[in-house]
């Protein structure tokens, strides 16, 4: 609240043009913008809802590619010594490595647009989820194999309902800092990607000296990656923690 | 017979040429119907031996036999219950105890019914929809317990099944067990370092020596059933376990303590004289 009345006193004080600090509930003049007329007439007229679409639903693919990418590949690290030897030991590095740093290698491979910021988004998130899913099924413990194997199961059984499922609330805590690593990646690969979505939106607002819409989508991309954290994924934890017992 | 051990060696490798020898030339035999008990100070064997029957592990030398065929691997013939219970936590009680049951083949109907006469039989009837982690210690056993017998296993194998749980529960559970072996008639390899626990509940008790871990001795124990553990044959044959083996617990001081060896020794003997092997 003291944040948003400061910025409110700032832009009306009028040392910076309203383009470049745009108060944000009480237009300065008549009829002028302020961020939070924009952000609605921009739901309204679907700019922003649309844009917000096509990034949810790149999202989402490239973050099911991630998902499976760093499931297979956990589980490969986990299971065969050699490719902890090899892949486990360089996720570790490419895991510090931020995503938009491939960009000018997915530009060349997959063109300018949807292709390359899918990749992006990606990357940014298997690594993340190759070392949670990793150390998820490294540590199921020993005695639910055993047990599971004396009462009859083994192999792809076993994966399924044992290893899977004991490794699941790594897994999730996973799931939780790639979707944060994904959120970032698809912001940065939109802003230079120019195809769409709410970065591309964030893009056209700088170019068109537009703040208003700029600190609008802000804002947006503010609330939703909150509400993600906290609807889907921090209670996706609770649940597996309570169902798990990990907290009583 | 139902069990049978035919010169058994296992090693456990450490490094490339750093070996543990674990078991040395185990040979025993159990009959079927018959409750077996092994004791011995942790880290003997005891659970490696079990592991050998179950097929969860392969021995060096030798072989483990039961109803006369080699183990190759494990199967729902012998059933472990774990120390911990080792009950998977995201199912629930039921779940639990019908796993081995769809594995086996069972219809859904059949799986279940029988999961409820299994919980019925340790009291646990009305708790089928609770997780583990809801239950007690106690409670997390008898659904281990449950799970084990619906399979109907030829063997039941059960490593230290009551040894986290505290002194009054544990009596239920003896009486419990002792009620189901009854019942049910199973051959069963129980393990415990508790030499009270282990005459209480079993025909014959293996005693164990320590490292490498071989069977030292056995004691049939002759006393009427259902037992009673102040039975004057139970009170004198504890005395009796307790002096050979409270000469393997002062091999395994020694080697741990060295020279301190003298100042752990009495500590030990004022200790819980039933149950030493805990100490260490
Ligand atoms: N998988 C293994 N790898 C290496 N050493 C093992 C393994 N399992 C058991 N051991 C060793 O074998 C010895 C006997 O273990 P265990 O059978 O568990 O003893 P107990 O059940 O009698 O306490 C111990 O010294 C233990 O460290
Ligand atoms: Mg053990």
Known sequence: MVIVAIWEVISKLGFFPVFMFPPLFIPSEGGGVTVMSTLISGILSGEILSATGVTLVRLLIGFSIAIVLGLTFGFLIARYKIVDDTLGFFVTALQSIPSIVWFPLAIVWFGLGNAAILFIVAIGATWTMTVNSSAGFKNVPSIYIDAAKTLGSSGTHLLRTIILPASVPHIISGLRVAWAFAWRAIMAGELLGSAGGLGYLLDLGRSTQAMDLVLSIMILIGVIGTIIDNQVFLRMEKTVARKWGLKA | ?280
């Open chain 2, 1 to 280: 017979m139902k069990v049978h051990l035919d010169q058994v060696n296992k090693s456990f490798f450490k490094g490339k040429d750093d070996k543990l020898h674990v078991l040395d030339n185990i040979d025993f035999e159990i009959q079927e119907g018959e409750f077996v008990s092994l004791i011995g100070p942790s880290g003997c064997g005891k659970s490696t031996i079990l592991k050998l029957i179950a097929g969860l592990d392969a021995p060096s030398s030798g072989e483990v036999k039961v109803n006369d065929a080699v183990v190759k691997g494990p199967g729902n013939d012998r059933v472990v219950v774990f120390q911990e219970g080792g009950l998977f936590p995201w199912m629930t009680v039921l779940e639990n105890v019908t796993y081995g049951l769809h594995l086996k083949g069972s219809s859904k109907q059949a799986a279940h019914d029988k999961a409820m006469e299994g919980l019925r039989m340790v009291h646990l009837g009305n708790f089928t929809d609770a997780h583990p982690h809801e239950l007690s210690g106690g409670m997390k056993q008898r659904v281990a317990i449950a799970r084990s017998l619906v399979m109907d296993p030829d063997v039941l194998l059960m490593d230290e099944p009551f040894a986290a749980l505290d002194e009054q529960t544990r009596l239920v559970l003896h009486k419990e067990l002792q009620h189901i072996w009854a019942q049910t008639g199973k051959t069963i390899l129980f393990i415990t370092h508790n030499i009270r626990e282990a005459l209480t509940l079993s025909d014959r008790v293996l005693l164990m020596s320590t490292r490498p871990g071989a069977v030292k001795q056995q004691y049939e124990v002759q006393a009427a059933r259902p037992r009673d553990p102040s039975d004057s044959v139970i009170v004198d044959l504890e005395k009796q376990v307790m002096a050979e083996l409270e000469e393997e617990m002062e091999k395994v001081l020694k080697e741990e303590f060295g020279d301190d060896y003298n100042l752990e020794k009495s500590h030990v003997r004022d200790g819980d004289r039933s149950d030493m092997g805990s100490h260490i």
